[in-house]
């Protein structure tokens, strides 16, 4: 991921170097660089133009003065800009004041929702936490049982409906699930939902149907890093269908361009939390902007 990406600014900015002073020329032509990187990167175009309007604003306001040198102000402002347009600062998950807190993940069919469920409950349990995982896809064929066999993997007890009780009720398996945890001392909830190939409004319902009935302190939206372009699409209909606190990137060790991770954050106006990136349980961190920005200037 960002392989492309990154070389195009490397060389860009290399272009910059043993430069005493830097000309409007130089400034526009570094931009005009920049941008076209953005855009074949798949970087959302409303993103990219504020993107290059701040880097432009900012490096015409370079000094020679300073420690830096004009070149590496500019990298610097680069580097800044892109921490800002990943999220600025790492935020933390929320928890409930009362335990149990409630996770409710939400995304397409093949985001990843599924092992990130197994991930993030394997991250919480080495935090101190006792996760219940609930299986709330009933769409699918053997999402339970998936389900199931990634809480095995990750050490952790899932919450799944009993054939012939409610099987075919989500919102019930949820409200049941958080009624579990409450009882059983589960201090955190992690809903898995249904997924679909692509947005639909029975989806959207559902999932915003759980949501309603269980009050999750986060609602996260779950996004296949790799959908590129796509992705700013589904994150739109995933907030005006469904609502979400957050974002998790999935599949960040793929080779696609990265424009979703770089457009999310200021699309959806909602943080990215976690970032995903392997089939393994420990592929799995907090999503920190500024050590993906130094990632992508390499
Ligand atoms: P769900 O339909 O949203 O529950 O998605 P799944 O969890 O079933 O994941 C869909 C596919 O993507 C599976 O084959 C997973 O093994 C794979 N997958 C999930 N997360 C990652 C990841 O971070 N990296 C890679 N390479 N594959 C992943």
Redesign the pocket.
């Known amino acids: 991921m960002f392989d492309t990406l990154s070389e195009r600014l490397g060389a860009t900015l290399a272009n910059l170097r043993g430069k005493g002073r830097l000309s409007d020329a130089d400034i526009d032509t570094t931009a005009r660089e920049i941008r076209i990187a953005l855009l074949e990167a798949d970087v959302a175009l409303p993103v990219v133009r504020g993107f290059i309007a701040r880097v432009k604003e900012r490096a015409k306001g370079v000094e020679v003065s300073g420690a830096l040198n004009p070149a590496q102000q500019v990298v610097k402002i680069v580097n800044d800009e892109l921490v800002t347009v990943l999220g600025g600062e790492t935020r933390r998950i929320r928890f409930a004041k009362e335990p149990p807190s409630v996770v409710m993940?939400a995304?397409?069919?093949?985001?990843?929702?599924?092992?990130?469920?197994?991930?993030l409950a394997h991250w919480l349990k080495g935090q101190g936490h006792a996760p219940l995982l609930v299986a709330c896809?009933l769409q699918?064929p053997n999402?339970v049982t998936?389900?199931q066999i990634?809480g095995e993997r990750a050490g952790v007890t899932t919450f799944a409906p009993e054939p012939g009780n409610g099987v075919g009720d989500p919102v019930d398996v949820a409200r049941r699930g958080v009624a579990h945890a409450r009882e059983k001392m589960f201090d955190i909830v992690i809903i898995?939902t249904a997924?679909r190939l692509g947005v639909d409004e029975e989806l959207m319902r559902q999932a915003s149907d759980i949501r309603e009935a269980t009050r999750p302190d986060e609602t996260l939206f779950?996004v296949?890093?790799?959908i590129g372009q796509d992705a700013v699409a589904t994150a739109e209909a995933f907030r005006d269908g469904v609502g979400f606190t957050g974002v998790v990137l999935?599949?960040?060790?793929?080779d696609a361009r990265g424009g979703a991770a770089l457009s999310v954050r200021e699309v959806t106006g909602q943080p990215i939390l976690f970032a995903?990136?392997?089939?393994k349980l420990a592929?799995?961190d907090v999503f920190h902007p500024d050590r993906m920005a130094s990632r992508i200037l390499g």
Not at 107 to 119: D, E, I, M, R, V
């Open positions: 993940l995304g397409l069919q093949g985001s990843g929702k599924t092992t990130l469920a197994g991930k896809d699918r999402a998936q389900l990634v898995d997924g779950v296949d890093a790799m999935t599949k960040l060790d793929g995903s990136s392997g089939e592929d799995f």
